[in-house]
T-cell receptor, first 117, second 115 residues
Framework: DQQVKQNSPSLSVQEGRISILNCDYT??????FLWYKKYPAEGPTFLIS?????DKNEDGRFTVFLNKSAKHLSLHIVPSQPGDSAVYFC????????????????FGQGTILTVHP | EAGVAQSPRYKIIEKRQSVAFWCNPI?????LYWYQQILGQGPKLLIQ????????DSQLPKDRFSAERLKGVDSTLKIQPAKLEDSAVYLC?????????????FGPGTRLTVT
């Protein structure tokens, strides 16, 4: 039961262009969404998040968009840099309505982003 | 501020052997998590502690896995006996407090290979 899906295992973009990473979810109890970034041999690090009451959140070069009706979110990186090359994980967590699942993160499978110089 | 520390970083054991992993969370973080990340998948929560009490261990295979957080700081995760399918990266994370706005800070993980 994959509640959070990242259907693209990998993405390759040219430096300076836009990277768009996608994520779909099925659990309507999810009300907070996060993106984590992971370099090899390191743990995931928090990148950006969005609450279900918003449809967009921006932090520098990173913007996350949420489409609740489609149960879809995306991470835009503009402009992409070679240092952005990493695995990106989408994660979601239910609100209080999720009962005992409240606050528990469910991760997608990850997308490997490669930014070419 | 020091991050989440984990050791060992790598471990290779044979099936049916036992293994233990150690985690030291960020100072002051009351909530500690253990995740299992199998190759090609996202991290999966095994157990969550709030101080030294277990909040959620519903995904922990209790016939072989155990975890403790004595004194509410460091934690150990043990597997006994190990199976081939336990090969994974075991990630420890911590947060100031629980809740769905909590940001979890991850350690570098322990890569376990069971042969």
């Amino acid at each position: 039961d994959q509640q959070v899906k990242q259907n693209s295992p990998s993405l390759s973009v040219q430096e300076g262009r836009i990277s768009i990473l996608n994520c779909d979810y099925t659990n309507s109890m999810f009300d907070y969404f996060l993106w984590y970034k992971k370099y090899p041999a390191e743990g995931p690090t928090f990148l950006i998040s969005i609450s279900s009451i918003k449809d967009k959140n921006e932090d520098g070069r990173f913007t996350v968009f949420l489409n609740k009706s489609a149960k879809h979110l995306s991470l835009h990186i503009v402009p992409s840099q070679p240092g952005d090359s990493a695995v990106y994980f989408c994660a979601a967590t239910p609100g209080v309505a999720g009962g005992t699942s409240y606050g528990k993160l469910t991760f997608g499978q990850g997308t490997i982003l490669t930014v070419h110089p | 501020e020091a991050g989440v520390a984990q050791s060992p970083r790598y471990k290779i054991i044979e099936k049916r052997q036992s293994v233990a992993f150690w985690c030291n969370p960020i100072s002051g973080h009351a909530t500690l998590y253990w995740y299992q990340q199998i190759l090609g998948q996202g991290p999966k929560l095994l157990i969550q502690f709030q101080n030294n009490g277990v909040v959620d261990d519903s995904q922990l295979p209790k016939d072989r896995f155990s975890a403790e957080r004595l004194k509410g700081v460091d934690s150990t995760l043990k597997i006994q006996p190990a199976k081939l399918e336990d090969s994974a990266v075991y990630l420890c994370a911590s947060s100031l407090e629980p809740g769905n706005r909590a940001i979890e800070y991850f350690g570098p993980g322990t890569r376990l290979t069971v042969t």
